[in-house]
């Protein structure tokens, strides 16, 4: 098989942590847009979802931090916040040891790779689950990518590692899901938290979801960092999916600042050749 | 490398449930256990999220430790901002421009 089903999404922990101080109209409309997402990600009967998010000091730390690193466990435990802060319970979540290590072994022919048999989400994953799988019954493959402890992967780097995942779930009888989650433009946990630039962000989706490779990469991170704050460094997340669908373009299906959410809400799909929907 | 630790510090507290017990029953335990210099003891003991932050600590670590320190999210922004004018713009990490970065 391939991928059936690839999209990318907002993960901020206020989208779940401070529900009740967002515009309830815009807020609502974003939460349909991810129940739209969960009903397209259901149509396509996957056996797994890959998660590439961009985690926050959960499990890597700057004594030893992988610029890529992969889950290879048959469960997983998340959120690690608080769950009054975040709102969400902490739960087991399923993995797929074996099915982690046939693509890390498939992936490393191409991309160096790090693994890992403890991982505990943070709102980086748990977040997107609490919509997408809400009860937590499809097995998670987690991938993350190291935004924020520089030294970073460089933006074409993520774009490979997307297409090594690509050829590596193209070997795989199992039906592969993918999302990559992480803000565009934002300014979290600082005194900008709410900044968001919206101009950048749409400019942004525009050339993800063409896929346009050379303009996606044209970014430099001291570019990205005055523009759309130290939070826009996961556009790495979002352009590891463009690489995993390749020569696909995607739909835009919601797009709106939250600012109490610190982040440009998205929810995106990209328009794959092997799904139904 | 003093940042680190102190980052360090935060990070093992906010993931481990086992480092926030020893740190309720012996904080300056657990301080003694960081190369830490005084001031970056007194931050972590008071807590001074302004000054934490304007030393340069990922807010995703110290908004867990300003909530573990019972900061609502309005007075962790607040802290922040209060940092700022008393001790200046950030001195390090990642909210500086990456060309005056330590």
Redesign the interface.
């Known amino acids: 098989m391939s991928l059936v089903f690839a999209g990318v999404c907002s993960h901020a922990p206020g989208i779940t942590g ?1 529900s009740e101080r967002a515009d309830p109209a815009v807020r609502d409309a974003f939460y349909a847009g991810l129940g739209r997402m969960r009903l397209a990600l259901e149509a396509q009967r996957p056996d797994v979802l890959i998660v590439i998010a961009a985690e ?4 890597f ?3 030893n931090m992988p610029s890529i690193c992969v889950g290879m466990a048959d469960q997983y435990e998340g959120p ?3 769950e009054a ?1 975040i709102r969400i319970k902490r739960t087991r979540v399923p993995g797929n040891a074996q099915l982690s290590k046939r693509l890390i072994e498939t992936v490393m022919q191409d991309v160096d790779l790090a693994y890992a048999q403890e991982w ?1 989400f943070d709102h980086g994953i748990s977040v997107p689950l609490h919509f997408l799988t809400p009860r937590y019954d499809l097995p998670i493959i987690p991938v993350n990518i190291n935004c ?3 030294p970073l992967i460089p933006l074409q780097r993520c774009y490979e590692f997307g297409r090594a995942l690509h050829r590596a779930c193209e070997q795989m009888p199992e039906r592969i899901a993918l999302i990559g989650t992480g803000g565009i433009s934002h300014w ?4 900008d ?1 709410g900044r968001i630039n919206e101009a950048w962000d749409r400019e942004f989706l525009e050339r993800l979801l063409g896929n346009r490779r050379e303009e996606l990469l044209a970014y430099r ?2 570019q990205v ?2 523009e759309a704050g ?1 939070g826009g460094f996961e556009i790495r997340t979002y352009i590891a999916v463009a690489g995993a669908t390749e020569g696909h373009t995607g739909e835009l299906w919601f797009y709106a600042p939250i600012p109490i959410f610190a982040v440009g809400c998205t929810v995106a799909v990209m328009n794959l050749p092997h799904s139904s929907a | 490398m003093s940042l680190y630790a102190v980052q360090k510090l935060i990070y093992q507290l906010n993931r481990d449930p086992e480092v926030r017990k020893r740190f309720e029953l012996d904080l300056e335990g657990v301080l003694a256990q960081y190369e830490l210099t005084e001031e970056e003891r007194r931050c972590i003991r008071e807590p001074d999220i302004g000054l934490l932050y304007v030393m340069g600590v990922n807010g995703q670590l110290l908004m867990h430790f300003a909530a573990l320190r019972g900061y609502a999210w309005n007075a962790y922004l607040e802290a922040m901002r209060e940092g700022e004018r008393k001790h200046g713009p950030v001195r390090t990490g990642l909210y500086t421009p990456a060309r005056s970065r330590t």
């Open positions: 401070r926050h000091f959960a499990n730390f700057m004594n690690i916040e608080d802060w505990k924020q402890g520089p979290p946990a600082t005194p938290s991170d001291d960092w005055r130290q």
